[in-house]
């Protein structure tokens, strides 16, 4: 039988032995472990309510002689403590059993705890990961979502009227919620649809390791959101576009996209840009056209599995050898 517990200092030898294993290229994925998760345990530890957890949790599985075979992290979604995401996976070779224990533990602890949602984002090629998650966990697929890489920007707007965009403020977030459950395709409206807290911004952003920024575009006539853009960094060099566009105003998008880039440009004039599309929104088709006629290219397809706590569907386990190594981004 498995043992499964958080993470603690004493883990963090091992843990690097593991990821060393996996993967060779983890130095970044072990420090975040290291200067975030550690410490962090032992303040939640203090908390037992769901509603004040907000930072990633790590727990780690060990066989009966205490050798380490893999590690979890999740986190709730910003301003949904009820939705939680995998955030991270690390499993040793033919530990896919503990790994499937300790996915089961995660989903019963934080189930318990009023979670009733669970949800992962995982590349298309890791389908032995998709398979443990689906056959072995009960997930089920819901949608995909795509990361893309803007290299040329020559195509881009220049006259843009910046008086048609507003700086996001709390107070639009309503209003934001709706425009997006609007626009999501009506049969991912059950899994993926947002309440208003999960588009506030948060507070005491500064401390936070990365920076976004918020603007929407709304009709003159009617106050009706034609456009929703965020844009993100960690590095104030490698930027990320994400916006919800309604399907009727898809012929604006290189408006949109040119008010985020000239909006990073004011910030460095050397960046690289990437945009994230999201195919379980009305419009996602369109803008994987958009962007496969100007030539982005396609860095990363995901798929998005989700388990709803009280819809647990019990599926014959399937075994698998290799090694394990996941990374996934934000919903």
């Known amino acids: 039988m498995a043992k499964i517990k958080k993470i603690a200092f004493k883990d963090l030898i091992n843990i690097k032995k593991l990821m060393s294993v996996v993967c060779s290229d983890n130095i970044l994925s072990y420090r975040r472990l290291f200067f975030i998760s550690v410490p962090i345990t032992f303040i939640q530890n203090l908390f037992y309510s769901v509603h004040l957890r907000r930072f990633t949790e790590t727990y780690v599985v060990s066989d009966n002689n205490f050798n380490l075979k893999g590690l979890v992290s999740v986190r709730a979604q910003r301003g949904n403590p009820y939705k939680w995401q995998i955030k991270r996976l690390f499993l040793s070779e033919n530990s896919h059993e503990e790994g499937k224990q300790l996915i089961e533990y995660i989903i019963a602890k934080f189930g318990a705890r009023g979670v009733d949602t669970f949800y992962v984002s995982v590349n298309d090629s890791q389908t032995e990961l998709i398979d443990l998650f689906i056959k072995g966990c009960g997930f089920r697929f819901c949608s995909c979502e795509s990361l893309w890489d803007v290299s040329n920007i020559n195509f881009l707007v220049t006259d843009i009227n910046e008086k048609n965009f507003k700086p996001f403020k709390n107070s639009d977030s309503?209003?934001?919620?709706?425009?997006?459950?609007?626009?999501?395709?009506?049969?991912?409206?059950?899994?993926?649809?947002?309440?208003?807290?999960?588009?506030?911004?948060?507070?005491?952003?500064?401390?936070?390791?990365?920076?976004?920024?918020?603007?929407?575009?709304?009709?003159?006539?009617?106050g009706k959101i034609k456009a929703f853009i965020e844009i993100k960094t960690v590095d104030n060099k490698n930027y990320f576009i994400d916006s919800i566009l309604a399907p009727q105003f898809v012929d604006l998008?290189?408006?949109?996209?040119?008010?985020?880039?000239k909006k990073i440009i004011k910030r460095n004039k050397n960046f690289k840009v990437y945009i994230k599309n999201r195919k379980y929104l009305q419009s996602g088709e369109m803008l994987e056209n958009y962007f496969k006629e100007n030539r982005f290219e396609l860095l990363q397809n995901n798929t998005i599995l989700v388990r709803d706590f009280f819809k647990t569907v019990k599926q014959e386990n399937t075994s698998f050898n290799n090694a394990i190594v996941f990374s996934g981004f934000e919903v």
């Open 174 to 222: 309503q209003k934001c919620a709706d425009f997006y459950n609007e626009n999501l395709i009506t049969h991912y409206k059950y899994s993926l649809q947002k309440n208003k807290n999960e588009f506030n911004d948060r507070f005491f952003q500064g401390f936070n390791s990365d920076t976004d920024f918020k603007y929407i575009w709304e009709d003159e006539n009617n």
């Open 253 to 261: 998008y290189p408006t949109v996209l040119s008010f985020a880039v």
